[in-house]
């Protein structure tokens, strides 16, 4: 055993500990070996570790240090806006009245709940410049695929069963083409110009009376904007197509531009993105969607829809594709993206774009004399490096992010967009200060210059991670899924 943080709860087993204190039970025990099939129920008991409530704590205390969170470090991480999550957020979802319903309450005792999710739909409809907004998305994909069913379920009221392909630019997110998929629909790669930017010419080639829709984001995953976009919307719609917007990016245009007014019919927001919801294990997440009016009969039903003063789940909606999800979608997270929505207000939501445009750049242009930038023009909330000339040195991408973590930071996004070589993608987000960015760069420059004289030290990292440098091909091949005792 090493110190207390190495220590493992199950090699500090002592017989006779117990780490808590149960009351007695004041319902009827039930009479498991009746209810579950035989085979089911375990001969003996579980083999758990016997620990005390103080050892207990310690060792899930111990276990949290090794995680790496916002509110512990920086979170540069390309294309999923890790932003600061606010405790004013935390604070409104706790209260009573949201925390402490239940989902098939009946629909008169809960309308403040019910109202603050239709004044979210308003709000996001104004936001994005659609029509009618769902927030039954349980996050990002979830919302994508919603949003392909939508527009499946368009095209076929229209009778017009040939349009099974979706365009996806090169640099796309993953989930787009595996969203499209499970929809039902086949893929096709649109490429990039030189600048980074859809080629109009190569979307000409490909669009056509079997396209259902293009997948767009923008800017771009290249943290691009996409300045032909108008003319990108109208070649889509002259070719019958609908124009689909990934959220994910909405962080670099809040309340600068609406991807309604940029020909989109459908775009779908990760509200734990965006809008400060927690991401991952701190989540779930959301993905409300947005379309435009000819896809509202569409729309997963029920929506949340106000009827005088009173408001009421609308399931009247006889084209609707039917629920995505249960009850009102992840609403403790809607909650917090409205309570940041109201308390940040116009001209704070504007602000985020500001700031966040301003810091990439400002990181950008300080890397670009040490790595090399694969485009030059601004970015907007993220923007690319490539490590080619690193691994002219010997020192691949992958080394540089791992030597990032001997300095308590989590690396950026690497190799994606595949579109670039030993890509490094950054996103800063509006919530970190200058000072956290100058500390960020001045390491990446420092292991720049390792790279140059002492590539083994980079080559090797990390130095000071609990868990040093992992073979990855077993790792991939041959996990450990499970405890092992020493």
Same mark, same amino acid.
């Given at each position: 055993?090493?110190?207390?943080?190495?220590?493992?709860?199950?090699?500090?087993?002592?017989?006779?500990?117990?780490?808590?204190?149960?009351?007695?039970?004041?319902?009827?025990?039930?009479?498991?070996?009746?209810?579950?099939?035989?085979?089911?129920?375990?001969?003996?008991?579980?083999?758990?570790?016997?620990?005390?409530?103080?050892?207990?704590?310690?060792?899930?205390?111990?276990?949290?240090?090794?995680?790496?969170?916002?509110?512990?470090?920086?979170?540069?991480?390309?294309?999923?806006?890790?932003?600061?999550?606010?405790?004013?957020?935390?604070?409104?979802?706790?209260?009573?009245?949201?925390?402490?319903?239940?989902?098939?309450?009946?629909?008169?005792?809960?309308?403040?709940?019910?109202?603050?999710?239709? *004044?979210?739909?308003?709000?996001?409809?104004?936001?994005?410049?659609?029509?009618?907004?769902?927030?039954?998305?349980?996050?990002?994909?979830?919302?994508?695929?919603?949003?392909?069913?939508?527009?499946?379920?368009?095209?076929?009221?229209?009778?017009?069963?040939?349009?099974?392909?979706?365009? $996806?630019?090169?640099?796309?997110?993953?989930?787009?083409?595996?969203?499209?998929?499970?929809?039902?629909?086949?893929?096709?790669?649109?490429?990039?110009? @030189?600048?980074?930017?859809?080629?109009?010419?190569? =979307?000409?080639?490909?669009?056509?009376?079997?396209?259902?829709?293009?997948?767009?984001?923008?800017?771009?995953?290249?943290?691009?904007?996409?300045?032909?976009?108008?003319?990108?919307?109208?070649?889509?719609?002259?070719?019958?197509?609908?124009?689909?917007?990934?959220?994910?990016?909405?962080?670099?245009?809040?309340?600068?531009?609406?991807?309604? *007014?940029?020909?989109?019919?459908?775009?779908?927001?990760?509200?734990?993105?965006?809008?400060?919801?927690?991401?991952?294990?701190?989540?779930?997440?959301?993905?409300?969607?947005? $379309?435009?009016? @000819?896809?509202?009969?569409? =729309?997963?039903?029920?929506? !949340?829809?106000?009827?005088?003063?009173?408001?009421?789940?609308?399931?009247?909606?006889?084209?609707?594709?039917?629920?995505?999800?249960?009850?009102?979608?992840?609403?403790?997270?809607?909650?917090?993206?409205?309570?940041?929505?109201?308390?940040?207000?116009?001209?704070?939501?504007?602000?985020?774009?500001?700031?966040?445009?301003?810091?990439?750049?400002?990181?950008?242009?300080?890397?670009?004399?040490?790595?090399?930038?694969?485009?030059?023009?601004?970015?907007?909330?993220?923007?690319?490096?490539?490590?080619?000339?690193?691994?002219?040195?010997?020192?691949?991408?992958?080394?540089?992010?791992?030597?990032?973590?001997?300095?308590?930071?989590?690396?950026?996004? !690497?190799?994606?967009?595949?579109?670039?070589?030993?890509?490094?993608?950054?996103?800063?987000?509006?919530?970190?200060?200058?000072?956290?960015?100058?500390?960020?760069?001045?390491?990446? !420059?420092?292991?720049?210059?390792?790279?140059?004289?002492?590539?083994?030290?980079?080559?090797?990292?990390?130095?000071?991670?609990?868990?040093?440098?992992? *073979?990855?091909?077993?790792?991939?091949?041959?996990?450990?899924?499970?405890?092992?005792?020493?």
């Amino acid at each position: 055993m090493h110190n207390q943080d190495q220590a493992l709860i199950f090699e500090s087993s002592t017989p006779g500990r117990i780490g808590y204190s149960l009351p007695e039970m004041d319902v009827q025990e039930l009479d498991l070996a009746s209810l579950l099939p035989e085979g089911y129920l375990r001969e003996e008991e579980a083999e758990l570790p016997e620990v005390s409530e103080l050892d207990i704590m310690r060792h899930y205390t111990a276990l949290s240090k090794r995680n790496h969170g916002l509110d512990s470090g920086f979170y540069p991480l390309g294309s999923c806006t890790m932003k600061y999550n606010p405790k004013i957020n935390e604070n409104v979802a706790r209260y009573n009245g949201f925390a402490h319903v239940h989902p098939l309450q009946d629909e008169s005792s809960v309308q403040g709940a019910l109202g603050l999710l239709y *004044d979210l739909q308003e709000h996001l409809i104004e936001i994005t410049g659609m029509d009618e907004v769902t927030l039954q998305s349980a996050a990002g994909a979830h919302g994508e695929w919603t949003g392909l069913m939508l527009i499946r379920a368009y095209h076929e009221a229209n009778g017009d069963m040939k349009r099974t392909k979706v365009i $996806v630019p090169d640099s796309a997110h993953g989930t787009n083409p595996a969203s499209a998929t499970i929809a039902g629909f086949d893929t096709i790669t649109v490429k990039s110009t @030189d600048q980074g930017l859809v080629d109009l010419e190569d =979307l000409r080639r490909v669009v056509g009376e079997d396209t259902a829709a293009l997948m767009l984001t923008n800017p771009n995953t290249l943290g691009l904007f996409e300045e032909e976009i108008l003319e990108i919307a109208e070649i889509v719609h002259q070719a019958g197509g609908k124009v689909y917007y990934d959220g994910a990016n909405l962080n670099a245009v809040l309340s600068k531009a609406r991807p309604g *007014d940029m020909g989109f019919d459908v775009v779908h927001l990760n509200l734990h993105k965006t809008f400060t919801g927690p991401h991952g294990g701190g989540g779930p997440g959301s993905g409300p969607v947005g $379309v435009k009016a @000819d896809l509202i009969p569409f =729309l997963p039903k029920p929506i !949340i829809s106000k009827r005088g003063e009173e408001f009421v789940l609308d399931y009247d909606r006889p084209q609707s594709i039917g629920r995505v999800k249960p009850f009102y979608g992840n609403f403790g997270i809607n909650v917090r993206a409205y309570t940041y929505i109201r308390s940040m207000g116009p001209d704070g939501l504007k602000a985020v774009t500001e700031y966040a445009v301003l810091n990439a750049n400002y990181m950008m242009r300080r890397l670009a004399e040490h790595y090399d930038l694969p485009f030059e023009k601004h970015c907007k909330h993220e923007f690319v490096l490539s490590g080619k000339r690193q691994k002219k040195l010997g020192v691949r991408t992958l080394d540089i992010a791992k030597r990032l973590l001997d300095f308590g930071y989590h690396p950026p996004t !690497i190799y994606f967009p595949l579109n670039v070589e030993e890509c490094i993608m950054i996103e800063p987000t509006e919530t970190e200060s200058k000072e956290t960015l100058d500390s960020f760069v001045d390491i990446m !420059i420092q292991i720049a210059k390792e790279a140059e004289e002492n590539p083994e030290v980079v080559q090797e990292a990390p130095h000071t991670t609990v868990v040093g440098r992992l *073979d990855e091909t077993m790792a991939a091949r041959k996990p450990i899924l499970k405890f092992q005792k020493k």
